[in-house]
C-alpha cells in the first residue's frame, strides 16, 4: 500500500476522498484503512549540489523526487530524451554554473593575499572546507581545487566571495521574500559551494574596513 502512495503530493490529493488539510496532526481520529500523510519541505542536503552524481539526481527526477527544472538549475544536469544524465552537457553546464557564482557574487569581507599554488590539503574541517598548508602555514582551503582561502582558526566565510539569493529564485515560492534571504559562500578559486547561511531580507552587510591578511 505504501508503495501507492509515492508519487507527487498534488497528484496524492486528487485522489478519491482525499481531503486536504493545513495541520500538522490528523485533525480527527483514524479509521481503520486512512492514511494520513503529511508533505514537508526537503533537507537542505549536504554539500555542493553541482557536485551530486548526475545519475543519481536523473534516478531522483524519474522518482519524481526532483522537477525538471530544479534538475537544471539547481544540480547543473542535463537530461537526455530516455530520462539518463548526459555527462558531457553536465559537466559544461556545471562549469559555466560555478562561473557565474563567482561573477555574480559580491568580494569577501576581508582581502587575502593567496599564495597562487594549491595548498596541500591535510584534513577536512567543514564540508569540502579543508585544513591545510601553503607557504609553509596552516591554512584552510578548498578539497576540490586546493585554493588557499584563509589562516587555520579565521573564520573563512569572511575571506571567501558570497552572493544573496532569494527563495523564490531556489523555488521556495512560499517563503515571504521580504522576510528571509540565503547567502552562499563560493570557494575563490573554482566557485564550489561552501555554506549558505540565512540573513533578514534587505540586511546591509558589513564591509569593513578590514585589514588585509596574508595566508
Known sequence: EYAKL????????????????????PPR?????DVYCTAWCGGGGFGDALARDPQRVAKDVQAHLVSKERCSDTYGVVLRADGEADAGASAALRSEMRRTRLAQAE?????????????R????????????QADGKPVLACGDCGA????EHADFHDHVPSR???????GHTAVRADWQAYREYFC???G??????FEEAGKVRQTGPFPPVRC
Open 29 to 33: 481520529p483514524l479509521a481503520p484503512g
Open 188 to 190: 575563490p578559486g573554482c
Open 6 to 25: 509515492l508519487c507527487p503530493v498534488d497528484e496524492l490529493m486528487k485522489r478519491d476522498a482525499a481531503i486536504a488539510e493545513k495541520a500538522l496532526i
Open 107 to 119: 568580494p569577501a569581507r576581508i582581502k587575502a593575499e593567496r599564495p597562487s599554488s594549491p595548498a
Open 192 to 197: 564550489l559551494l561552501f555554506d549558505v547561511s
Open 164 to 170: 544573496v539569493r532569494t527563495p523564490a529564485s531556489l
Open 148 to 151: 588557499a582561502i584563509c589562516p
Open 121 to 132: 590539503l591535510i584534513r577536512p574541517l567543514y564540508g569540502v572546507v579543508s585544513v591545510g
